[in-house]
C-alpha cells in the first residue's frame, strides 16, 4: 500500500508518476514537529537501506546525509552531498516500510548518528509530500515504489559495450588513436567519450572546427569501425555575443534571472555563463531541441555534467574576495586572518548562499533556486531526452547524467560522479549499487580505474572485475592523472580478457537489466533482500545479488590474493581468466575464504542456476546470440528477457 501526507505547499517535483490521492490522517510511524521535521525511533537491530547515491554502507545506520546535490570530487567517509537526492529509505525491522520524502531543496537525514536510537529527517521548509509504502518484504516494498515513480530508462545496446573516455582527448588524431590501440590490443570496444575539449571555448553545441574539422566524418568513420562517439553537454551557457545559444537564450528568457530580473551570471569552465532554466518546459524545450545539432552528424549518445548546477564562483563574491586581498595586503596579518581568507577563496566553489540569487520561472512566479536546487540536473537530462523521444521517436539514445532527483530514472541514467583511483572506491561504488535501483537508477556504474589520481594497474584489473558486471561500464579519468586506457599497462591481455568476459555476459546483463525495467525490480540487491530471516546475510556489505543467478563479491584491496564471502546458501564458485577457461566448485552454505589471483575473476552462482554465455567479439553489432554455454548447474536454465520495443 502507498499512503501520501501531505505537509505545506510543496513544489511539484514530478518524481511521481501514479497519482495517490493525499492521505487525511497522521503519518504513522513518525513524530512530526509540524516544521519539517520527521523523526522515528529505531530498534537495536533495525537496518536503514537507501539514500541512492550516498557514502558508507548498505545500511546506511550510524551516519548523517544531506541531499543537496553538489559537485563534489571527493567522495570520503563524511562526505555529506554528493550529486545527487535520492531521498527513499526503507527501514527493515519489527515494522518495515519503505519512505520518500518528496522535497525538492535541501534535505537532512540523521540516521543514528546523534543518537543510535533515533532517525530523524528534516526538510528546510515544512513544504513536502512523505509516501509511505508498505508491502510484504523489501522487494515488494520497492516494486511498489517504482510502479508510482515510473519506468526506468533504457538505452540502446550498444550502451552496454565497453567504452573509453579520459578528460583530455583534445582532437581527432587523440580519438583515432584510441580506436586503433584498442584494435591493436584485440580488445573490445564499443564507445569513446569525448570530453569538454571538443567544444569551441566550452561553448555547448559548438565542435571546435581547427580540432575537429569534420566531426561527421569521423563519426560516420568510426560508426563503421563499430564505434560510438559520446559527447559532453555542459549546464552553463557561455555568455558571449555572437554566439547562438547564448544570444537565443537571452531573447526569449530561458536563462535563470537574478533578483532584479537580469539573467544570472556564474562561472564554470567557460567562464562566465548563464543557467537555462530547465524547470521551465519552454527552456526545456529549446535546449532540448540543441541536442540535434550534434545528433544530426551521427552522434547517438550523451552525458550531461555540471548539472547541479556547479558554480565555480560569482562575480560578486569573487569581488569581494578581491576587496578583502587588497585590505589585507597592506596590513600585517594575523592567524585568524589569514585562515579567514583562505576559507572565503575556498568558500567560492558551490557556495551556498549563490543558490539563493537565482530564481527560476514556474508559470510566470518567480520560485527561488534553492527551493528546487535537487531538480535541476534531472530536468536538463529530461530537455534532451524528450526532445530526442521526438526528433528519433524510433531510436534509443545514450543519455546518462552527473545530477539526479528521483524520477530522472525515467529520462536516462547517471554515473556516480569523480572517484578517485582508491581501492576503498571499488566498494563504495558497489554499495551504492542497490540503493540506486532502490530509487529507479538501473543504467549505472562509476569510472572505472577511477576518475582522479593515479590508478594502477592490479587496481584496474580488479576494478574491471566489479565493473564487468554493471550496465555502465566505462573507464574515465581526470585530465593530469595517469593513463588508465587498458593498452597503457604491462598485462595488456589479462585485461583485455576481463572485457572479452564482459562481451560473453552482455546478452544476459542486458536480459537481466530489462527484467527490473518492466518488473520495477532491482538488477543488484542486498543479500539480506533474498534471505530476510538470515541473520549473518543482513550484516554482509560486500557482496550483492545480480538478478536471481548470481552473487558478486569482488576484491577491493590491495595486494589480495582471495577474500572472504557469505553464502546464504550451497552455490557454485566460478573462477574465470578467460571466457573459455575456468573452474567451478560447489560450496556450502556458510563463510569460506575464496583464493583469486590477480588475473581471475570471482563470482557465484546460485543453487540449480545457470547464465548464458556468447563468444566475444570485438563491439557489440557483432555479438551473436548464439549462446555457447550455459555456465552453472547442469539442471539450470535461463529465458532471455526479450526486447520490448517501448
Ligand atoms: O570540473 O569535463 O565529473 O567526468 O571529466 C570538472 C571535465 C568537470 C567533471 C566530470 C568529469 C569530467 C570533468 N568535469
Known amino acids: 500500500m502507498i499512503q501520501r501526507y501531505r505537509y505545506g505547499n510543496p513544489f511539484p517535483t514530478e518524481a ?193 572546427a581547427g580540432r575537429f574539422p569534420n566531426l561527421g566524418d569521423l563519426v560516420s568513420e568510426l560508426s563503421r569501425q563499430g564505434v560510438h562517439l559520446v559527447p559532453i553537454i555542459d549546464a552553463g551557457v557561455k555568455i558571449e555575443e555572437g554566439y547562438e545559444v547564448y544570444e537565443e537564450g537571452v531573447k526569449n528568457n530561458h536563462f535563470c534571472k537574478n533578483a532584479a530580473g537580469e539573467d544570472f551570471v556564474g562561472a564554470v569552465w567557460p567562464g562566465r555563463v548563464h543557467f537555462p532554466d530547465f ?144 581501492w576503498s572506491h571499488i566498494l563504495q561504488s558497489m554499495q551504492q549499487l542497490p540503493a540506486l535501483n532502490m530509487a529507479g537508477f538501473l543504467f549505472v556504474g562509476c569510472d572505472v580505474g577511477g576518475f582522479g589520481s593515479d590508478t594502477t594497474e592490479d587496481l584496474m584489473i580488479r576494478w574491471l572485475q566489479y565493473s564487468l558486471f554493471t550496465p555502465l561500464f566505462r573507464n574515465h579519468s581526470s585530465n593530469g592523472t595517469r593513463r588508465q586506457e587498458l593498452y597503457c599497462f604491462e598485462n595488456i591481455k589479462a585485461l583485455g580478457d576481463m572485457i572479452q568476459i564482459r562481451y560473453s555476459l552482455i546478452p544476459y546483463l542486458y536480459s537481466e537489466f530489462l527484467k527490473a525495467v518492466y518488473e520495477d525490480s532491482m538488477m543488484f540487491r542486498p543479500l539480506a533482500f533474498d534471505f530476510p530471516e538470515d541473520k549473518l546475510a543482513a550484516s554482509v556489505e560486500d557482496q550483492l545479488f545480480l538478478g536471481d543467478e548470481l552473487i558478486i563479491a569482488p576484491i577491493y584491496q590491495q595486494n589480495a590474493v582471495g577474500r572472504y564471502v557469505y553464502l546464504p546458501e550451497e552455490m557454485m564458485l566460478v573462477r574465470m581468466r578467460r571466457y573459455n577457461d575456468y573452474d567451478t566448485e560447489v560450496l556450502p552454505k556458510g563463510h569460506h575464504y575464496v583464493s583469486s589471483k590477480l588475473s581471475e575473476l570471482v563470482f557465484f552462482l546460485r543453487k540449480g542456476r545457470a547464465i548464458p554465455m556468447v563468444a566475444p567479439a570485438l563491439n557489440t553489432s557483432l555479438l551473436t546470440s548464439e549462446i555457447t554455454t550455459m555456465l552453472g548447474y547442469p539442471e539450470g536454465t535461463y529465458s532471455l528477457y526479450e526486447e520490448k520495443l517501448q
Not at 508518476?17 to 533495525?46: M, N, R
Not at 549518445?301 to 578583502?324: C, H, Q, S, V
Not at 597592506?330 to 592567524?335: F, P, S
Open 16 to 208: 511521481t508518476v501514479e497519482q495517490i490521492a493525499i492521505s487525511e490522517g497522521t503519518l504513522p510511524f513518525f513524530e512530526t514537529d509540524g516544521k519539517g521535521g520527521f523523526s522515528y525511533s529505531l530498534k537495536e537491530d533495525d537496518i536503514v537501506y537507501g539514500l541512492g547515491e550516498q557514502v558508507r554502507g548498505i545500511n546506511k545506520r550510524g551516519w548523517h546525509y544531506v541531499s543537496w546535490n553538489f559537485d563534489n570530487p571527493h567522495h570520503q567517509e563524511d562526505t555529506l552531498s554528493l550529486y545527487g537526492a535520492h531521498n527513499f529509505l526503507i527501514v527493515h525491522g519489527e515494522v518495515t516500510f519503505g519512505v520518500f520524502f518528496d522535497y525538492a531543496g535541501k534535505l537532512e537525514f540523521d540516521i543514528g548518528y546523534t543518537r543510535r536510537s533515533l532517525m530523524r529527517v528534516r526538510a528546510q521548509k515544512n513544504d513536502l509530500d512523505v509516501y509511505l509504502i508498505t508491502g510484504e518484504n523489501e522487494k515488494e516494498i520497492v516494486r511498489r515504489f517504482r510502479h508510482l515513480i515510473g519506468r526506468s530508462y533504457i538505452p540502446p545496446f550498444w550502451a552496454f559495450g565497453y567504452g573509453q573516455s579520459r578528460w583530455g582527448y583534445k582532437n581527432e588524431a587523440d580519438i583515432r588513436e584510441v580506436v586503433s590501440e584498442y584494435q591493436k590490443a584485440g580488445i573490445p570496444l564499443d564507445s569513446v567519450y569525448m570530453d569538454i575539449d571538443y567544444m569551441e571555448n566550452y561553448k555547448d553545441f559548438t565542435v571546435d
Open 279 to 422: 524547470l521551465n518546459p519552454k527552456a526545456r524545450e529549446w535546449f532540448g531541441e540543441k541536442y540535434s545539432v550534434l545528433t544530426k552528424l551521427g552522434i547517438d549518445g550523451f552525458w550531461n555534467d555540471m548539472n547541479e548546477p556547479a558554480i565555480f564562483y560569482t562575480e560578486d563574491r569573487f569581488a569581494d574576495t578581491l576587496t578583502k586581498l587588497e585590505e589585507l595586503s597592506t596590513k600585517n596579518v594575523g592567524i585568524n586572518e589569514y585562515f579567514a581568507f583562505t576559507g572565503m577563496v575556498a568558500g567560492l566553489n558551490g557556495n551556498a548562499g549563490d543558490y539563493e540569487k537565482f530564481y527560476h520561472n514556474v508559470n510566470g512566479k518567480p520560485v527561488k533556486h534553492s527551493e528546487v536546487h535537487n531538480l535541476y540536473g534531472m530536468n536538463m537530462t529530461r530537455a534532451a531526452y524528450e526532445a530526442l523521444r521526438k526528433l528519433a521517436p524510433h531510436k534509443r539514445t545514450l543519455f546518462f547524467s552527473r545530477s539526479s532527483y528521483i524520477g530522472a530514472h525515467r529520462y536516462g541514467g547517471i554515473w556516480q560522479g569523480d572517484n578517485k583511483s582508491w
